[in-house]
């Protein structure tokens, strides 16, 4: 749950992008977890230029200028229409170790999307799991989603262990559904309903 703030359904529509903003930013035990900014640029062209971090993601390593356009993409704020995301920064003791966000997916049927990347150089510190869990109590308690599902590259099982951990389930294997930097990939998706949410 996020503090004690209680936004009924009443009251709020569901995905309404606006109180997330006036929470931002959220403290975790460790974290910080807030807008991009600018300022951001050089650890997000580190991280969006390492091989390792990119491997499952449509893109290749980014050049800085190519970093400097992904991250003016990643500025939205307020609630985000069908198909858009809305991205985030965590931060450790003021560093940038990677990245979340969400994705309205469907406002009809209530579903969202969370995605996630980070700096291999922090791995198996928990800051994914940590931070994601941010992101999946905001889709529940606030923007009032009904499901919420990750998709991934079925080789990245790093990530599938985030969100395993999360108390997601795998609920299919898509094979050679994509067409990736030159090969077929499968694709694997995973979910949590509401009441499997609060029952955590």
């Not at 606006?18 to 807008?35: E, G, K, Y």
């Not at 931060?91 to 170790?97: E, P, S």
């Not at 966000?101 to 994914?128: C, I, K, W």
């Amino acid at each position: 749950m996020i503090g004690k703030i209680d936004v009924s359904r009443e009251t709020c529509s569901c995905f309404t992008g606006a109180v997330v903003d006036l929470l931002l930013p959220i403290h975790t035990d460790r974290l910080t977890i807030r807008l991009l900014v600018p300022e951001d640029l050089e650890r997000h062209a580190a991280i969006m230029g390492n091989p390792e971090v990119v491997r499952f993601l449509y893109e290749d390593p980014l050049t800085a200028d190519e970093a400097f356009q992904h991250l003016l993409r990643r500025f939205g704020t307020g609630s985000p229409a069908e198909g858009e995301w809305r991205n985030f920064a965590v931060d450790a003791d003021g560093v940038l170790v990677g990245e979340v966000g969400f994705s309205l997916v469907s406002s009809q049927h209530r579903s969202a999307e969370v995605g996630y990347m980070f700096d291999p150089d922090f791995n198996g510190n928990g800051f994914a799991t940590e931070s994601v869990r941010v992101m999946v109590d905001l889709c529940f308690d606030l923007l009032h989603a009904h499901r919420v599902v990750g998709r991934l590259d079925a080789r990245n099982r790093a990530s599938a262990a985030v969100l395993e951990r999360l108390g997601f389930q795998q609920e299919a294997l898509f094979r050679q559904n994509e067409f990736v930097k030159g090969e077929w990939t499968d694709e694997l998706v995973y979910a949590i309903l509401e009441n499997e949410w609060q029952e955590r």
